[in-house]
C-alpha cells in the first residue's frame, strides 16, 4: 500500500491569495512550495511555531479525521522519533501516538509497531485501518519530514517580530535542548550531512541511518560547513 505524508500550512492573511483550489481552504501543502514568503509570514506571526495539518495519505486518500496540528514543528519532532527506535527491535509491539490538536483524536489515532515482524499498522478508534512494512513507513516519514523542513532555512532567524510586534527571542530557542524547531533543525542537518556525505538524495538511503534526536550534547552547528 501507497503511504504519503504530507503537510498543509495554515495560509496567513498577507498571502491570502493562495487560499484557491487548495485540498483544505485556508492551507496550502508545503512539498514544491515555490511562494517561500508563505512559509515566512506564518512563521513569523505564530513567533516560529506555525499551526497546519499533517495528513497521512493511503493510496492517496486521507485518513479520516480531521488532522489540524496547533504547532508543526512540536508534531514532525515526534513524528520523527518514531522512526529512530532501533533500540526497540526485541520489543514485541509498541504504540506511538502523535500530538494533533484535537486531544480525541490523539487518542484514537495509533500507529502500532511489531518490530520482530517488520510490520506498523495504524488504528483508529479501535479499528483497524491499514498494514505497512516497517520499511514502507520509515520511507513515508523520512520523505515528509524532509518536504517539511526543506523551508526552514537560516533565513526564518532573520524574521524579527511576531504578529503581537514583540521580538523572537531565537536565542532563548537554541539554548533549550527540548526547542522543537532547533531540534527539527538539528535533525534536518543530520539528514542533510548524509545526503552530502553519500552524493545521493534518495530517501531510501536514509532508513537505516542512525540519527540523534537529542541536542544536548551536540556540536553540530547550524551551517552545513562544521
Given at each position: 500500500?501507497?503511504?504519503?505524508?504530507?503537510?498543509?500550512?495554515?495560509?496567513?492573511?498577507?498571502?491570502?491569495?493562495?487560499?484557491?483550489?487548495?485540498?483544505?481552504?485556508?492551507?496550502?501543502?508545503?512539498?514544491?512550495?515555490?511562494?517561500?514568503?508563505?512559509?515566512?509570514?506564518?512563521?513569523?506571526?505564530?513567533?516560529?511555531y506555525p499551526a497546519g495539518k499533517v495528513v497521512f495519505c493511503i493510496k492517496g486518500a486521507p485518513l479520516p479525521f480531521?488532522?489540524?496540528?496547533?504547532?508543526?514543528?512540536?508534531?514532525?519532532?515526534?513524528?520523527?522519533?518514531?522512526?529512530?527506535?532501533?533500540?526497540?527491535?526485541?520489543?514485541?509491539?509498541?504504540?506511538?501516538?502523535?500530538?494533533?490538536?484535537?486531544?480525541?483524536?490523539?487518542?484514537?489515532?495509533?500507529?502500532?509497531?511489531?518490530y520482530r515482524k517488520q510490520l506498523v499498522e495504524f488504528h483508529y478508534q479501535n479499528q483497524f485501518l491499514a498494514t505497512?512494512?516497517?520499511?514502507?513507513?520509515?520511507?513515508?516519514?523520512?520523505?515528509?519530514?524532509?518536504?517539511?523542513?526543506?523551508?526552514?532555512?537560516?533565513?526564518?532567524?532573520?524574521?524579527?517580530?511576531?504578529?503581537?510586534?514583540?521580538?523572537?527571542?531565537?536565542?532563548?530557542?537554541?539554548?533549550?535542548?527540548?526547542?522543537?524547531?532547533?531540534?527539527?533543525?538539528?535533525?534536518?542537518?543530520?539528514?542533510?550531512?548524509?545526503?552530502?556525505?553519500?552524493?545521493?538524495?534518495?530517501?531510501?538511503?536514509?532508513?537505516?541511518?542512525?540519527?540523534?534526536?537529542?541536542?544536548?550534547?551536540?556540536?553540530?552547528?547550524?551551517?552545513?560547513?562544521?
Open positions: 500500500m501507497d503511504l504519503e505524508i504530507k503537510s498543509h500550512l495554515e495560509i496567513p492573511p498577507e498571502k491570502e491569495e493562495h487560499d484557491v483550489h487548495q485540498t483544505y481552504p485556508r492551507f496550502i501543502e508545503m512539498t514544491n512550495l515555490i511562494d517561500n514568503d508563505v512559509f515566512n509570514y506564518a512563521f513569523g506571526r505564530a513567533g516560529g480531521n488532522a489540524h496540528v496547533g504547532e508543526l514543528y512540536l508534531f514532525w519532532h515526534a513524528l520523527i522519533k518514531s522512526v529512530s527506535t532501533n533500540d526497540l527491535h526485541d520489543v514485541e509491539k509498541f504504540d506511538w501516538s502523535l500530538p494533533y490538536e484535537n486531544e480525541e483524536i490523539s487518542n484514537h489515532f495509533i500507529i502500532r509497531f511489531f505497512f512494512s516497517l520499511e514502507t513507513y520509515k520511507k513515508a516519514v523520512l520523505q515528509g519530514f524532509l518536504d517539511f523542513m526543506w523551508h526552514t532555512n537560516l533565513e526564518f532567524e532573520t524574521i524579527v517580530y511576531d504578529s503581537l510586534g514583540e521580538k523572537i527571542d531565537y536565542a532563548a530557542m537554541r539554548e533549550d535542548t527540548g526547542d522543537d524547531l532547533y531540534t527539527c533543525r538539528y535533525i534536518f542537518l543530520q539528514f542533510m550531512k548524509e545526503i552530502y556525505r553519500q552524493k545521493n538524495d534518495d530517501v531510501q538511503l536514509l532508513i537505516d541511518f542512525d540519527f540523534k534526536i537529542s541536542r544536548s550534547f551536540s556540536d553540530l552547528h547550524y551551517d552545513l560547513n562544521d
